[in-house]
T-cell receptor
Framework: GNSVTQMEGPVTLSEEAFLTINCTYT??????LFWYVQYPGEGLQLLLK?????DKGSNKGFEATYRKETTSFHLEKGSVQVSDSAVYFC????????????FGTGTSLTVIP | KAGVTQTPRYLIKTRGQQVTLSCSPI?????VSWYQQTPGQGLQFLFE???????NKGNFPGRFSGRQFSNSRSEMNVSTLELGDSALYLC?????????????FGQGTRLTVV
């Protein structure tokens, strides 16, 4: 079956530090991979996506590369800001399960000045 | 372009009651999915509707049901509420419901069962 395993949090970083949040997946088909972000009291917002192996998704300084050989989609940012404080979710969807998304458990990030 | 709209934002219900939540997708989006978010279980898929038909269903009891109207608006209903149904319920819409299409989420309905 499909599943996503995500690095446990919470993560606390100082402003301008480097961020990595690990994400690995298991899928029976050919999944697309996503990172979503959730701010307090809000729904989920798409941060970036990749639809096939070796694709790199990027947005607002965040990047993630779809690695089929290691079944991973790690999120990185070179220099975090206080405004990046939120919960980050790795997710996948694939052809076999239509539009159903499988989410990781979420990683809470706090950036301190 | 308006985003996904969920109403109401907050609800407090008593055990045993039933509740109906509403979701208006982004204009032109025909796929609507529902998720339950709790601190213990994370985000769990409830069901997906496309063109008024349920295409996919998660592992939830029959007390959880939904429907979609011809204008793509969707409702979900929970009957005989239990304390464990307290959660944030998120609706997501997608264009044409095709795979690889990102889902756009609403702000959610926070349901508290007392």
């Amino acid at each position: 079956g499909n599943s996503v395993t995500q690095m446990e949090g919470p993560v606390t970083l100082s402003e301008e530090a480097f961020l990595t949040i690990n994400c690995t997946y298991t899928a029976t088909g050919y999944p697309s991979l996503f990172w979503y972000v959730q701010y307090p009291g809000e729904g989920l917002q798409l941060l970036l996506k990749a639809t096939k192996a070796d694709d790199k998704g990027s947005n607002k300084g965040f990047e993630a590369t779809y690695r089929k050989e290691t079944t991973s989609f790690h999120l990185e940012k070179g220099s975090v800001q206080v405004s990046d404080s939120a919960v980050y979710f790795c997710a996948l969807s694939d052809l076999d399960t239509g539009n159903q998304f499988y989410f990781g458990t979420g990683t809470s990030l706090t950036v301190i000045p | 372009k308006a985003g996904v709209t969920q109403t109401p934002r907050y609800l407090i219900k008593t055990r045993g009651q039933q509740v109906t939540l509403s979701c208006s997708p982004i204009s032109g989006h025909r796929s609507v999915s529902w998720y339950q978010q709790t601190p213990g279980q994370g985000l769990q898929f409830l069901f997906e509707y496309f063109s008024e038909t349920q295409r996919n269903k998660g592992n939830f009891p029959g007390r959880f049901s939904g429907r979609q109207f011809s204008n793509s608006r969707s409702e979900m209903n929970v009957s005989t509420l239990e304390l464990g149904d307290s959660a944030l319920y998120l609706c997501a819409s997608s264009f044409l419901g095709k795979v690889n299409t990102e889902a756009f989420f609403g702000q959610g309905t926070r349901l508290t069962v007392v």
